[in-house]
């Protein structure tokens, strides 16, 4: 099946279990400082908690983070027992009433924070939903410029019945005929110049479709895969980096590393 090649069209590799040396890649990384961006606000704050917990078992092990986390209520927040070279900063931010504001303030962030801070504090940056939590081992092999994860409701889908977005009216807009594949925007990152040039795209693609009062399909998501059309990842994660166990073809993906949480969206948004 195309969906589970090793290489992109534009020669940037997928990552799919063992087609990395981990044990190389993490003596180039041992200096490495690695940072991941959640915002957890109203009652995403649930989320929080599972999601350190496991990221301290499973994500980056051994290597240098930082949790860059933005919260309403940074006094609810429970810090997890964590690791030697790990650090937790904890953001205050307010939360907007709408989830489609929510997302915008996230971009907005974003793209002040890896202008200000982060580039004194982290080489690389990984950007991951809260309502998420690691189940198996992420590490280093995803580190690149800039790398984005495939949909794993996509990943076998024809591009014509991508969920991009198609009026041309919004920033967010792409042709049929163009786009390679369907990321999801729960887990993205890079190098910190990257994800500021990529942030500061969506926070204006926002911007742009608000004055006209529209909003794109998959909000941020959107403006997130219109970015990627014309700025290529160098490096693309397999759906074994984002799944959900109720998804078809889970036999496909031997090795589920970070999973949705199931909830209902209606009463976790309102």
Excluded at 27 to 44: N, P, S
Excluded at 57 to 69: A, E, K, L, P, W
Aim: proline share 4%; net charge neutral.
């Amino acid at each position: 099946k195309a969906s589970l090649n090793v290489l992109t069209s534009w020669l940037a590799p997928i990552i799919w279990d063992g087609i990395y040396n981990l044990k190389t890649l993490n003596a180039q990384h041992k200096d490495t400082r690695i940072g991941l961006f959640v915002f957890a606000v109203k009652k995403y704050i649930r989320f929080l908690g599972p999601l350190l917990e496991t990221a301290e078992r499973f994500f980056m092990v051994g290597h240098n983070v930082t949790y860059y986390v933005f919260t309403d209520n940074v006094s609810n927040v429970v810090k997890p027992k964590m690791g030697e070279g790990r650090n937790l900063q904890l953001h205050e931010v307010s939360a907007d009433k709408r989830w489609q504001d929510v997302s915008m303030r996230r971009m907005e962030i974003l793209t002040a924070i890896t202008k200000e801070q982060m580039p004194n504090e982290i080489d690389y940056l990984v950007c991951a939903d809260v309502d998420m939590v690691f189940n198996d081992h992420m590490g280093v092999e995803i580190l690149g410029d800039l790398f984005a994860t495939i949909h794993p409701g996509y990943f076998l889908a024809d591009p014509q019945r991508f969920t991009y977005e198609r009026r041309p009216i919004s920033a967010a807009y792409i042709p049929y005929g163009k786009g390679d594949f369907y990321y999801m925007a729960a887990l993205y990152g890079g190098k910190v110049e990257e994800i500021h040039k990529l942030s500061t795209a969506c926070h204006n693609g926002i911007k742009e479709d608000k004055k006209k009062n529209i909003e794109a399909v998959w909000q941020e998501e959107s403006h997130l895969n219109r970015y990627l059309v014309y700025n290529k990842p160098t490096k693309v994660l397999s759906p074994e980096y984002i799944w959900d166990t109720n998804l078809p073809n889970g036999e496909l993906i031997k090795r589920k590393r970070f999973l949705a949480v199931h909830k209902n969206h209606e009463e976790v948004r309102n």
